[in-house]
């Protein structure tokens, strides 16, 4: 993968910047359409994973308490990895992502929700909803590609280090969570000058990670443990083993929302004046999607629609699936190519490049933008991406609300 | 006693280690969710047409519940379509039932969400939530020895809870009712039976054929008017009037009177926006969005991507409206309320206070 902006081939050169334009205008009104009838039939859905989850883990928790019997090893340790995995991938990730805000549930709420993860909830919404979600792909502002110990694209220089990349990805693969903790940290560059260690506000946010971390450790591996007597030792394996499966399982899902080839990385320059049509755009090309069955879905976290869901990420998640053949539409009328395969093929797609990269470029990569860049059509002066919204009548429907 | 406690305070802590993140009572929630004192709920037991428009509500109250005084309100949290409202009702029953039930008693609102939503779609078994009960409404120690009650429509629901509780510590008691119809009035057959019984004095006032009823009339209606304590209820002209009334008598530390919320001001069009905690006011014309606005007054605002997707920016409404600026959607918030909204993508759409 090269930069979009370096590509022999830019998949975006036949787009004027009116179509661009239109792509946006489109996209909004199908954000409109989903927002307007969000409703009771959504809130049941939420609900009902909660529930489904909380009553698997619970159930799984239980028949750990005698974990010292084989066959209920096994049945707790497949209910807790998937509890685990339903927690943080369609619960825990959505909600953090304010998917259900709307629902003006307390208990149900980006502000208040805390996941089963050891990176504590404030730091990732930073890292993740903030940084990934608005500079998705762009070299050097998006940390997510290649979490700052990988290289992904071939602009980046290589170095006889990335030789052991695929062990690292691997090593991370097991250790996601902790991977990800370290990551909202900014561990290696808050670590790096005796200044930037004394910070107060990275002291802080250290201690957090450290306390979330212990209770997480507690719970898993001391206190269910112990409430399960003789079992002890089986029960603690079994959570290890849960915890390693659900890590395995999140990292793959999530190597396959931008590494698979067919995605585009951009050029720290080409967001400058980026309209409302043009970040569109860059979400439309710097994701894949995940092809499967509705349980699969879910077990994704439904970021097996991730172009859905880099496109609106804040759209109940059960609503991807109904946007998905008209986003594929739109991609065809516009001669974009819409990036989705199963899984496994996805995985290995991902695998191949953290491979490849390991080691040098085979060719050159090409000095000059060779086509014109997304870019290109920046309004000037105006850096404010909301400019590029229609202003809209309040809806009159809404306002029935206030009376009582 | 202080082993027991210290166990159960242990145990306790336990339960919340093996339940980190969550809270042992997010577990117990789902089959039992009135037994959490920290999120006062209420299912409904059973629900009684009054009118035609109206109804009353049976609550069991769970864990936690405090004794209200005859004449508060509580407000309830009503999921309409999937977004939880919260609306004021008075409480109609008397205070410390045994069984832990209240009554409240809604009148359907031309146009009112949560209103019709519970006249409606209430049924046995629903969940609400419940705020503490609160308001000033209510009859002082030692009660006096004579009292006037001057309710209109939906206003009788307060003074229904007083009459019901304290109507034994009361010696002379007139209600003056101003109802559209006869059939109109809400408790109509229980006060009518009072009235029969002489515990109270009632005066029907059935507007479509006879009109509103002016504060004049009153003296006509009652003689002694002045002598008495008076609760006035209804909507709130009739409330002015009585005010005025009072006032112009020397009278107005006789008046108690209870407004029913009115309606959040939707201009459309921007407004004076506050920032509670900085004390800030910015006028504000319904394109900026609050996070620009207040920065650019100086307020310490949270912000993230500026674009509506990453939820770094979300403040809590207190009160007023707002308008998303991508697709147009109204958040109105009551006094009371505290409602999430994200300042990067929305803007005044009315005079708004916001929690920063
Ligand atoms: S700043 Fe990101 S949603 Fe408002």
Not at chain 1, 277 to 304: D, E, F, K, P, V
Not at chain 1, 330 to 341: A, D, E, M, N, P
Not at chain 2, 22 to 33: E, K, Q, R, S, V
Request: charged share 20%; aromatic share 6%; with cysteine.
């Amino acid at each position: 993968m090269t930069t979009i902006q370096h590509k022999k081939h830019n998949p975006i050169a036949h787009l004027t910047p009116e179509d661009i334009e239109q792509i946006g205008i489109e996209l909004d009104a199908i954000r409109d359409e989903v927002m307007a009838s969000r409703g009771a039939r959504d809130a049941a859905y939420i609900r009902r994973v909660i529930k489904v989850q909380r009553s698997l883990e619970l159930g799984s928790r239980g028949v750990l308490l005698f974990s010292l019997f084989p066959p209920a090893w096994l049945i707790g340790t497949a209910g807790l990895s998937v509890a685990k995995i339903l927690e943080n991938m369609e619960i825990g990730h959505n909600i953090l992502h304010g998917q259900w805000d709307w629902m003006r549930d307390p208990k149900i709420h980006s502000t208040t929700w805390e996941w089963d993860h050891a990176s504590p909830a404030e730091q990732w919404k930073r890292s993740h909803n903030e940084l990934h979600h608005t500079y998705t792909n762009v070299i050097g502002r998006d940390n997510d590609l290649g979490y700052g110990i990988m290289r992904v694209d071939e602009e980046q220089p290589w170095h006889p280090l990335h030789l052991g990349q695929p062990l690292w990805n691997f090593v991370n693969a097991c250790f996601f969570e902790y991977g990800i903790a370290a990551y909202d940290l900014e561990l290696g560059e808050n670590l790096a000058t005796k200044e930037k260690r004394r910070d107060p506000k990275f002291r802080a946010a250290l201690k957090k990670v450290r306390r979330k971390i212990g209770k997480q450790v507690l719970k898993d591996y001391i206190v269910h443990p112990a409430l399960s007597g003789p079992s002890f030792l089986h029960t603690m394996a079994a959570n290890a083993v849960a915890n390693l499966i659900r890590n395995l399982w999140s990292h793959s899902v999530i190597m396959c929302g931008h590494f698979p080839s067919g995605v585009e990385t951009f050029e720290t320059t080409s967001i400058d004046g980026e309209t409302r049509g043009q970040w569109y755009l860059r979400q439309m090309l710097g994701s894949a999607n995940i092809s499967g069955s509705r349980l699969m879905h879910i077990m994704t976290g439904n970021l097996s629609h991730q172009i859905e869901h880099h496109l609106f990420p804040d759209l109940p998640s059960n609503r991807y699936a109904e946007i998905a053949p008209k986003i594929k539409d739109l991609f065809q009328r516009y001669g974009l190519s819409y990036t989705s395969g199963p899984l496994p093929k996805q995985v290995a797609s991902a695998w191949a490049k953290v491979i490849r990269l390991s080691l040098p470029n085979r060719t050159p990569v090409p000095a000059a933008p060779a086509a014109p860049a997304p870019a290109a059509v920046r309004s000037a002066a105006d850096d404010n991406r909301r400019a590029g919204w229609a202003q809209k009548p309040a809806v009159a429907a809404s306002t029935a609300h206030t009376a009582a | 006693m202080a082993v027991i406690r210290t166990l159960r305070t242990g145990a306790r802590r336990v339960a919340g280690l093996l339940t980190t993140p969550l809270l042992p009572t997010d577990y117990l929630d789902a089959i039992a969710p009135l037994r959490n004192a920290e999120v006062p709920r209420a299912r409904v037991e059973a629900v009684r047409p009054e009118t035609a428009n109206s109804a009353t509500l049976v609550l069991q109250t769970g864990r936690g519940w405090p004794r209200h005084e005859p004449g508060q309100y509580v407000r309830i949290g009503v999921d309409v379509d999937g977004v939880r409202l919260w609306r004021s009702y008075s409480v109609t029953s008397a205070p410390g039932r045994p069984d832990g039930r209240i009554t409240v008693t809604v009148n359907a609102v031309a146009g009112g969400a949560v209103s019709t939503h519970l006249v409606r779609h209430a049924r046995r078994g629903m969940l609400l939530h419940l705020d503490r009960p609160a308001g000033e409404f209510v009859l002082p120690r030692p009660r006096p020895a004579r009292t006037l009650f001057v309710t209109a429509g939906s206003g009788i629901t307060p003074v229904m809870g007083m009459l019901r509780s304290c109507l034994n510590e009361l010696a002379d008691v007139v209600v003056v009712h101003s109802a559209r119809t006869r059939e109109d009035v809400v408790f109509g057959a229980e006060l009518r039976a009072l009235a029969a019984q002489g515990r109270i004095r009632l005066v029907e006032r059935h507007t479509r054929a006879d009109g509103r009823l002016k504060p004049a009339e009153l003296t006509d209606l009652v003689p002694d008017l002045f002598e008495r304590e008076t609760w006035a209820c209804g909507p709130n002209e009739l409330l002015d009037d009585l005010t005025t009334h009072w006032a112009d008598a020397e009278a107005a530390h006789l008046l108690h009177v209870e407004r029913f919320r009115s309606a959040v001001a939707v201009s459309g069009e921007g407004g004076t926006v506050t920032f509670l905690r900085s004390g800030t006011v910015v006028e504000t014309d319904g394109t900026e969005p609050l996070l620009d606005s207040g920065e650019a007054a100086g307020v310490l605002m949270p912000s993230g991507c500026r674009m509506g997707i990453c939820f770094s920016c979300v403040l809590p409404l207190r009160e007023g409206a707002v308008r998303d600026l991508r697709d147009g959607r109204l958040t109105t918030a009551e006094p009371g309320d505290s409602i999430p909204v994200q300042t990067c993508v929305s803007a005044a759409a009315g005079p708004c206070r916001l929690d920063a």
